[in-house]
Nanobody, 122 residues
Framework: VQLQASGGGLVQAGGSLRLSCAAS????????MGWFRQAPGKEREFVASVTWTGNTNYANSVKGRFTISRDNAKNTVSLQMNSLRPEDTAVYFCAARGGSRLREAPNEYDYWGQGTQVTVSS
């Protein structure tokens, strides 16, 4: 499975960005897609995930501001980020794992896309 992320950029605090990730190759029949982020000097952290059937999970720090969604027909996942804060600045990664159980640990994801930089200025 190959994942290709896009949509990062520079935005002022309070603004919005939308990230997208497309999966290609031999994708499992049902799989979880998620977003993680990594700020300089920090560990990679969970942001959000979504099951094949649309169940979602969010990190507390982004609840109410970020929305994850997926299009199974197109094998894509998106992350709509609103009310962005400077602390949201990081490289964002999309990831995928087989199965139907939502997971938050990076080491439980099998496939990773390249990162896309999100910078929020104050």
């Amino acid at each position: 499975v190959q994942l290709q992320a896009s949509g990062g950029g520079l935005v002022q605090a309070g603004g919005s960005l939308r990230l997208s990730c497309a999966a290609s190759g031999r994708t499992p029949s049902s799989y979880i897609m998620g977003w993680f982020r990594q700020a300089p000097g920090k560990e990679r952290e969970f942001v959000a995930s979504v099951t094949w059937t649309g169940n979602t999970n969010y990190a507390n720090s982004v609840k109410g501001r970020f929305t994850i969604s997926r299009d199974n027909a197109k094998n894509t996942v998106s992350l709509q980020m609103n009310s962005l804060r400077p602390e949201d600045t990081a490289v964002y990664f999309c990831a995928a794992r087989g199965g139907s159980r939502l997971r938050e640990a990076p080491n439980e994801y099998d496939y990773w896309g390249q990162g896309t930089q999100v910078t929020v200025s104050s």
